[in-house]
């Protein structure tokens, strides 16, 4: 994990604050971790490619060895020796062939190692870029006043700021990915739900705004007032809460 932080300047001293953001460089480790192990891969193969092709070589010098002692203490003939010449020459001819096929794998294993290493720099390099994205999101999402999150069509908790931490009582590794209705009590849930069905077939479709008990971190119970807003476009099913302390009262209005 990758700790930032960052003074937000409020025009009182004593309100100044200091905005913290954890990234998650999990994936970033990841993909270096599959490169190397990668490379490593790599190195083996071609390793193992210029071991047989020395071996290659090696059994090409003890065959010449091999032929020419023959040559010299069977004492032939240049009829047999032409023989043996005509047999030498197949001898090379085939451990060229491997030889050039050899250099041929080795060849084609280079250039998917380039690839496979300029593929994984493009990942870390995409990777670096949404760390950033994410970094900046997060700073501008927690700079917002009110409270702000985002739920999946299963109202799931995505996003969670700063100010509905403050708000809830919740902080945002607690809430993520837990259905947004575990923040009010069981007798406010159906009123919470049917909220949900109010923004998408009510009189303004795609928005609703209610008044819903909540509590605070000191266990104080308030008027929370929340504004439900689907999305639409590629992130279309998904829902963006804005939530604030409603100091008028307890009273629902649309």
């Given at each position: 994990m990758l700790l930032n932080a960052r003074q937000v300047r409020q025009k009182e001293p004593a309100e100044q604050r200091i905005l913290l953001a954890i990234e998650d460089i999990t994936e970033k480790k990841l993909a270096e971790e599959q490169l190397q192990r990668l490379n490593v891969v790599l190195e083996q193969q071609v390793e193992q490619r210029t071991a047989e092709l020395s071996d290659a070589n090696e059994s090409l010098r003890k065959e010449v060895q091999r032929h020419v002692s023959t040559i010299?203490?069977?004492?032939?003939?240049?009829?047999?020796?032409?023989?043996?010449?005509?047999?030498?020459?197949?001898?090379?001819?085939?451990?060229?062939?491997?030889?050039?096929?050899?250099?041929?794998?080795?060849?084609?294993?280079?250039?998917?190692?380039?690839?496979l290493a300029s593929q994984s720099s493009e990942v870390i390099n995409r990777?670096?870029?949404?760390?950033?994205?994410?970094?900046?999101?997060?700073n501008l999402l927690d700079s917002f006043p009110m409270g702000l999150a985002v739920l999946d069509q299963h109202h799931r908790v995505m996003v969670w700021n700063k100010a509905a931490e403050q708000l809830w009582g919740r902080k945002r590794n607690s809430i993520l990915q837990r259905l947004i209705f575990e923040l009010v009590a069981k007798d406010s849930e159906k009123e919470f739900?049917?909220?949900?069905?109010?923004?998408?077939?009510?009189?303004?479709?795609?928005?609703?705004?209610?008044?819903?008990?909540?509590?605070?971190?000191?266990?104080?119970?308030?008027?929370?007032?929340?504004?439900?807003?689907?999305?639409?476009?590629?992130?279309?099913?998904?829902?963006?809460?804005?939530?604030?302390?409603?100091?008028?009262?307890?009273?629902?209005?649309?």
């Open positions: 010299e203490e069977l004492n032939i003939t240049s009829e047999e020796l032409e023989k043996v010449n005509r047999e030498y020459r197949v001898v090379i001819s085939g451990l060229q062939t491997i030889n050039e096929d050899l250099n041929d794998r080795l060849e084609r294993v280079s250039e998917r190692s380039r690839a990777l670096e870029e949404l760390s950033k994205t994410e970094r900046f999101l997060n739900r049917l909220a949900f069905t109010s923004a998408i077939f009510g009189d303004y479709p795609g928005r609703f705004s209610f008044i819903l008990p909540a509590t605070d971190s000191e266990g104080k119970v308030f008027g929370c007032r929340i504004t439900i807003v689907i999305i639409s476009g590629k992130e279309a099913g998904r829902f963006l809460l804005l939530m604030e302390r409603e100091e008028s009262g307890m009273e629902v209005r649309p």
